[in-house]
Nanobody, 115 residues
Framework: QVQFVESGGGLVQPGGSLRLSCAASRNIVGITHMGWYRQAPGKQRELIASITSLRSTNYADSVKGRFAISRDNAKNTLYLQMASLKPEDTAVYYC?????????WGQGTQVTVSS
């Protein structure tokens, strides 16, 4: 089972940008569908961005036009470029497969948007 380690989170002011990274424990070429999820305090974890092995992407309405997901198969890494951040983007961000049964969840990376 593949394992993921997320990084790149932090405290940023509204309107700012961050780039999250997700390193996989093995080659991701064979992982057809990967995604970024987030969980805000008191809320359920939600899928916000996904990318297929053919680089087809999909976004939740809440982040569309502000976030961009990408993958580097050579580095076994998934990225999430976030721009125009809002306080409501504050959450712990996770990456994982987008499948009926996901891999084990990593520790995530905290993103806090506040002035």
């Amino acid at each position: 089972q593949v394992q993921f380690v997320e990084s790149g989170g932090g405290l940023v002011q509204p309107g700012g940008s961050l780039r999250l990274s997700c390193a996989a424990s093995r080659n991701i070429v064979g992982i057809t569908h990967m995604g970024w999820y987030r969980q805000a305090p008191g809320k359920q974890r939600e899928l916000i961005a996904s990318i297929t092995s053919l680089r087809s992407t999909n976004y939740a309405d809440s982040v569309k036009g502000r976030f961009a997901i990408s993958r580097d198969n050579a580095k076994n890494t998934l990225y999430l470029q976030m721009a125009s951040l809002k306080p409501e983007d504050t959450a712990v961000y996770y990456c994982n497969t987008v499948t009926a049964i996901t891999s084990a969840w990593g520790q995530g990376t905290q993103v806090t948007v506040s002035s």
